[in-house]
């Protein structure tokens, strides 16, 4: 189904559901009536960007911004993501995201590169920019991880300000759920107008990239789940459940609930599925479907899995519907409804 066609002078807009064919001949159609080329969809060379949700859109546009400045693809989904992180008005990512039960925003972020390089930073506070002090982890340190006031403590004294932000809706977000209490991760919940937990257009930020050398980097990075036990780390910061790269094959990301990614390892299981030969779409589809499995009775939470493999192929997968993911190439601008296990009503 064809669900949102915007046009610009050079780039296309087109939003499609890939749940089915019809949709990915619809878009081609729309494309070829105003005769540009237009890469096959989920297929393709670099420069491929795709990155989850809505924001996904404006973050991947900016990231092919710094592909065609001459930046590296670390430095695209890095720099892609930052803007996500620097929206205020985002309640999932960055500083403007919802509070733990405390009343703390804790952010977790990870980068990978090509060749399996990889940074992380957890339960992080009061930084604009955790994306960043992943990628200097990663460049800086003989390690992977650094979480807390330790991570606090190593981006002060490499470069990184604190910076304290007081935003009255998440205040009154935060007091209103102390009311209830009431801790049940939702169907695309975190950014949703109060009563409208699956009118989500926001949240995780995951983004995958390959370049036109064929170079690959992912980046992942978010606040988290809404009111989570102070402490508490989801599988966006953790190589191999929010994201996985390795060049030689290809990238994976998730969002949703981190807890049923990394009892899976699902970026890495996406990955390894399609070293096997498995098509990125496929792999996403059998890693949402092995949470299912080893999760009997599951309702009500939502997890979904984006794919690029090394030849520019894509793909997208959720529990749920309602995940969407952007997808750009250098001539093509799309964001796709994500094929899906079951409606969320
Ligand atoms: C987490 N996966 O912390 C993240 C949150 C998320 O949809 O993606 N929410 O578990």
């Known amino acids: 189904m064809l669900i949102q066609v915007a046009m610009t002078t050079r780039r296309r807009f087109l939003r499609v559901g890939l749940a089915g064919s019809a949709a990915a001949v619809l878009a081609r159609s729309f494309a070829q009536e105003r005769s540009a080329p237009l890469a096959p969809i989920s297929s393709g060379t670099g420069p491929v960007i795709i990155s989850t949700w809505d924001h996904g859109l404006p ?30 008005s985002n309640r999932s990512v960055g ?57 606090a403590q190593w981006a002060l004294a490499n470069g990184f300000n604190k910076r304290l932000v007081d935003i009255p809706e998440v205040t ?7 009311r209830t209490s009431d801790y049940t991760p939702g169907v695309n919940s975190e950014n949703a107008p109060a009563g409208r937990g699956d009118a989500l257009d926001h949240d995780t930020i995951g983004m995958l990239a390959l370049d036109a050398e064929g170079r690959m980097a992912g980046s992942c990075t978010t606040s988290g789940l809404a009111f989570k036990v102070h402490g508490r780390v989801g599988d966006s ?3 191999g459940a ?31 599925l399609m070293r096997q030969g498995i098509g990125p779409q496929e792999a996403c589809r059998q890693a949402v479907d092995r949470i299912l499995r080893k999760h009997p009775g599951l309702v009500g939470q939502q997890v979904g899995f984006l794919a690029l493999r090394k030849d520019g192929a894509c793909g997208g997968h959720a529990i749920y519907n309602g995940f969407t993911y952007a997808h750009i190439t250098a001539d093509l601008q799309q964001m796709v409804d994500a094929s899906y296990v079951r409606k969320w009503e």
Do not use: N
């Open 242 to 272: 929010g994201l996985f790269v390795d060049g030689e094959v290809g990238g994976a990301c998730a969002t949703g609930t981190g807890e049923l990614v990394m009892r899976t390892a699902g970026s890495h299981t996406v990955v390894e």
């Open 172 to 178: 009154e977000r935060w007091k209103q759920w102390l």
């Open 59 to 88: 973050a991947s546009v900016k990231a092919l911004e710094v592909l065609g400045a001459g930046g590296s693809v670390l430095d695209a989904v890095e720099q892609g993501v930052m803007l996500v992180e620097s929206d205020m």
């Open 95 to 151: 500083l403007g995201g919802l509070p733990d039960r405390d009343g703390h925003v804790t952010l977790d972020a990870c980068i990978q590169d090509h060749d399996c390089h990889a940074g992380s930073v957890a339960f992080l506070e009061h930084f604009e920019h955790p994306i960043s002090i992943a990628r200097a982890v990663m460049e800086r340190t003989p390690h992977v991880m650094l979480v807390g006031e330790g991570a």
């Open 237 to 239: 910061p953790i190589i």
